[in-house]
């Protein structure tokens, strides 16, 4: 399994659109044949930090989410609220094991 935590820190006047289209994002996330999960948190001492918790089956499924279409819409349309760059964090897991 592929875990990549992306954090995000979003502008404070978009943080309500911000939100709408990350939870479509996800919505579309979840029903990838690859994935496992597609969490989003949201920072509760800072209303403008996210983090997307995105694990998938492989590494074939994670860069095929790349690809689709919900995200590429998503990319786009997040961009010019993010404060800074979002920054993804592949990490290796350890349990559970699939």
């Not at 983090?51 to 492989?58: D, F, G, K």
């Not at 995200?71 to 993804?88: D, N, Q």
Request: aromatic share 10%; hydrophobic share 35%.
């Amino acid at each position: 399994m592929i875990v990549t935590c992306v954090h995000v820190y979003v502008k404070p006047e978009n943080v309500k659109d911000f939100i709408g289209a990350t939870l479509l994002n996800h919505q579309n996330s979840i029903q990838e044949p690859e994935n496992e999960r597609f969490d989003v948190l949201q920072d509760p001492n800072d209303d403008t930090h996210f983090i997307l918790y995105e694990a998938y089956q492989s590494e074939v499924g994670a860069a095929e989410h790349k690809k689709t279409a919900h995200y590429l819409t998503w990319r786009e349309t997040v961009a010019p609220w993010m404060a800074k760059p979002r920054e993804g964090m592949p990490y290796k897991v350890l349990a559970p094991i699939k």
